[in-house]
């Protein structure tokens, strides 16, 4: 501003005065326009210096804050700011040395940083999805320590191994708000890599599943506002291959016995993947590969494999695939109980002194044959009147051959053996009391019996009926899949029972009007024989956690001359298996899942041991089993499962060495599908009562200076011409006046 005075000044005209007669005619006129001139040149002067001023100005963009300029005149409106962090273990996914989460920890230091320099009244709440209970900043005012605190944090954290669950985490959310009856401005930002599977509406979910945010649609009044910011963070078109399911392909693994597994390989990509070959080890010793061909994109192979257990006991099976740009699902584990040998309890109906007229003789020796030749199978035979003493608890698998009648109280004690997972199969045979079977076992289609049985049929030839066409998807025939009707024409019955499967869901447990009423499937036909109606030969019924197969012929050669038939040893082996009780069925625990179990009292101490995964590194945990409602066992439970891998619990038996059992914990599958929503859709599905902005990556601080500061450059702009263009034409008519 000063160079335009310098120069007026510098340019003041300078005289020599000359008295002069005719000059005091001039001197007269200069004395009445002296004080306009002099007014004339200061208003240019000062328009001079006005455009200097303004064009520093705009150079130097000067700007307000909206709180900073309210608190000249008292205290500003205070918002509460609510960070969401995604921290599930997509957000791991690593492109260029560079993943989601890495970008949410800066994002996260940046909008704390710029809520330190912009907005000191504001507080800020930080949350991870994981745990939003367990806030790592909770309406906190920011200063130089939080914001160093913070980053320290942030920088130590790691993705979860935990399934991204943003409605649940928005709930917390709401919740977190109802109980602050003073916020009235609230700003929520989720920064997070916004999986479709998580965030896209779809029509086959529950309205309330439609739109995560929902919990905080309804918070907004007239009296509060609510704003909030959807931060993108994923990487397009990220590509991942994870191992998804391991499983057993039988009911139980017997030690000596080949077990078969499915492993799950799945191309989470739009590009079809290479080779792969997946690396199993059993505990720590290294089995041989395995290799999966091209999977396409979005396309799921299965691989079989077959092992064998040398010791009974608790065995961790893994397979591992090529390490990825996400490393926590290219592995994935199963704890194997395997057993010493499956339990089989055969009730004889029509036992006989003479081994060849023994009803079971031919099914006991299919089920457990002598020699060297192992099947994997425990059989202890009893007969028909010892039936309402045993113990169906010890067993795996309860079989009765050809038995005239259960009494009541067997047949209640069989349902809550079958109920709590065990199984059940059932000979007929020209012992068997079907009137009372129907009433007893049958009960109208809620009891055990998977089929109504009829009347005896007895073939007019001795040639009989043969096997039809069998369900060759089913398990118990996948040892025939490979050919068509492979039993026809081999085997012949000349007599069985009629039976009608139950063909449509029954109410059990209730009348259909109760709270406690349960539908049950229909039956299964597994096998039937080539007459005209295709009576069942062999159906099938699950019932509670366990299962029942019926068999309307007999079990030795009575009625027909199956047990001479090689097919008769498989198919005695394949009932047998898939109907025996599951050792385990916790299934596929995932991460975030309790893990619970009983034990016997008679046999176990309360006092357990737990080594988590990472065991060495990590140390061991003392677990104290509680006593079951009953008294007759203890209840082990552990629900800090954030982790992956084995959890492996030492046992301290009343008698003899300790125990071990393994618990096997992995990523939900459903995570490792990175696909994302597209933007669109994202804004599409939000509530239309919520201020929601969806930004991308780190263009959110922006955004917010943006907000935050308010500049004048525009205006500053557009003054400065104005006053270019007034000082041009005022000095114009200055000087044509002058």
Known sequence: ???????????????????????????EAERKNRRRIRIEQLILLALRCLAVLLMALLISRPFSRPGGLASWFGSGPRTERIVLMDDSFSMGYRADNDSSFDRARRAVTQLVNWAYTERPEDTVTVLLSSRPDRPLLERTSVDAAV????????????????????????????????????ALNVAVYVLSDFQSGDWSSDVTRSATALDPVAALADWSDD??????????????????????????????????VDADFVIAVTNFSRRPVADQTLRVFLGDAALPAVVA???????????????????????????????????????????????????????????????????????????????????????RVIEESELDEVDFGAFHLVMLANVFRVSESAA???????????????????????????????????GLLPAQLGEPVETATRGGVGFGASDLVHPVMRMFADQTNALAGRIHFWSYIASVPASAPTLINGNGNGADAEAR?????????????????????????????????????????????????????????????????????????????????????????????????????????????????FSVAWDKTDHSGVYAFVLTPRAGEPARRLEAVNVDPRESDLARIDRIALEQSMPANLAVKVLQDLDFAEDEVSQ???????????????????????????????
């Open 147 to 182: 914001v160093e605190s913070l980053a320290a944090a942030l920088n130590a954290l790691e993705p979860s191994q935990r399934r991204a669950s943003p409605r649940e985490a928005l709930t917390t959310v709401r919740a977190m708000l109802d109980r602050r009856g003073d």
């Open 708 to 738: 935050a500061r308010q500049e004048y450059w525009p205006g500053i702009l557009v003054f400065l011409v104005i006053v270019l263009m007034l000082e041009h034409t005022l000095a114009w008519w200055f000087g044509q006046r002058s």
């Open 293 to 379: 061909d091209a999977v396409a994109p979005g396309q799921t192979v299965t691989l079989p494999i077959r092992l064998t257990f040398p010791e009974a006991g608790y065995e961790a099976l893994r397979v591992e695939a090529d390490p990825d740009g996400l490393a926590v699902d290219d592995s994935r584990t199963l704890a194997v109980p395997v057993l010493p040998a499956v339990d089989v309890l055969l009730v004889n109906g029509a036992p006989s002194p003479h081994w060849y007229l023994d009803e079971v003789t031919v099914l006991q020796a299919a089920l457990q044959p002598e020699g060297n030749v192992i099947s994997g199978n425990r059989v």
């Open 412 to 446: 209640k004690g069989l349902e809550r053996y079958v109920d709590d997972g065990g199984g059940l199969v059932v000979y007929l045979g020209d012992q068997v009391d079907a009137d009372m079977y129907n009433r007893v076992l049958y009960r109208e289609g809620a």
């Open 223 to 256: 009296a509060r506002s609510l704003e909030m910011t959807l931060v993108d963070l994923g990487t397009d078109d990220a590509a991942n291959l994870a191992v998804t399911d391991i499983r057993a392909a039988q009911s139980q693994v017997v030690a000596g």
């Open 1 to 27: 501003m000063a160079v335009p005075i310098l120069i007026h000044l510098l340019a003041r005209r300078r005289f020599r005065r000359i008295r002069w007669a005719a000059v005091a005619f001039l001197l």
């Open 521 to 633: 499937a229909p039956a299964r036909v597994i096998l039937p024989f080539n007459d005209a109606d295709r009576t069942p030969a062999i159906v099938e019924r699950n019932y509670g956690r366990g299962r029942v197969v019926l068999v309307t012929s007999s079990c030795d050669s009575d009625w027909n001359d199956w047990p001479a038939d090689p097919s008769y040893v498989i198919l005695a082996l394949e009932i047998a298996r898939y109907a025996a009780r599951a050792e385990n069925e916790a299934g596929d625990r995932l991460v975030g899942a309790p893990i619970d179990f009983d034990l016997d009292v008679d046999r176990f101490e309360p006092s357990t041991v737990l080594r988590l995964p990472g065991y060495p590194l990590v140390p061991q945990v003392d677990v104290q089993a509680q006593t079951g409602p009953e008294g007759a066992t």
